[in-house]
């Protein structure tokens, strides 16, 4: 199996879609940089499981039931027929039902770039996605139960995904509706190039769990 899998999933009207509705929620956008314009929409394990005070974990937002209700609420409202879609095409990749996860974890969100001459460049984080560690923390999941999928509605021309085997480095690049799937343990980094006159950088991001004869999604 390829170390990267692209599916079609979106049309171009699906995406224009959806990519105004991302805009039209800026209000609720949650910044992640102090300087440049990288936000998101939702929360995300990576960014939100990290505890306000060390020692005690129950501070980080991502633990706190009624702000992690809260936001699943509002992108439920606003995105309920794209996550519909989403599980439906994740279950025909599969052979599984795929399902949200809102009572355990949030639900998948939004990166969002905009265009600063900082994206230009190689700057994305260079990682393996472990957050489920921190999501499921008394599971123990295999390898082989662990996904990423990235689904860009808006991207400027040469954004994609770099991916190491060893000290091999490989470019994949995105399509705008194509649902792209890894297994996230792998270490990656996001090519953003958004910079100058070009469209945002929006995808619907997120992670699955393979369990229980079903596909568990969430972010």
């Known amino acids: 199996m390829p170390e990267v899998n692209h599916h079609a999933m979106l049309s171009a009207p699906d995406c224009a879609h959806w990519t105004q509705q991302v805009m039209a929620a800026q209000p609720q956008w949650t910044r992640r940089h102090p300087v440049v314009p990288f936000y998101t929409l939702g929360m995300a394990a990576y960014h939100d499981c990290k505890p306000f005070i060390s020692t005690a974990p129950a501070t980080a937002l991502y633990r706190q039931r009624i702000l992690r209700d809260a936001s699943n609420q509002l992108l439920m409202a606003q995105f309920g027929p794209l996550y519909q879609h989403l599980c439906a095409r994740v279950t025909e990749i599969y052979g599984l039902p795929a399902q949200l996860i809102p009572e355990q974890a949030a639900l998948p969100g939004f990166h969002i770039h905009l265009p600063h001459p900082t994206f230009g460049g190689d700057v994305a984080s260079v990682h393996r996605d472990m957050q489920y560690q921190q999501v499921f923390p008394n599971e123990t999941l295999a390898p082989e139960q662990v996904i990423t999928f990235t689904l860009p509605i808006s991207l400027p021309p040469g954004s994609g995904l ?35 006159p070009v469209p945002p950088r929006i995808a619907l991001q997120g992670h699955g769990v393979l369990r229980d004869n079903a596909v568990a999604l969430y972010w």
């Open 162 to 196: 770099n991916l190491w085997q060893g000290d091999e480095k490989s470019f994949h690049p995105y399509e705008v509706g194509e649902l792209v799937i890894h297994s996230g343990l792998l270490t990656h980094q996001a090519v953003l190039r958004c910079a100058g």
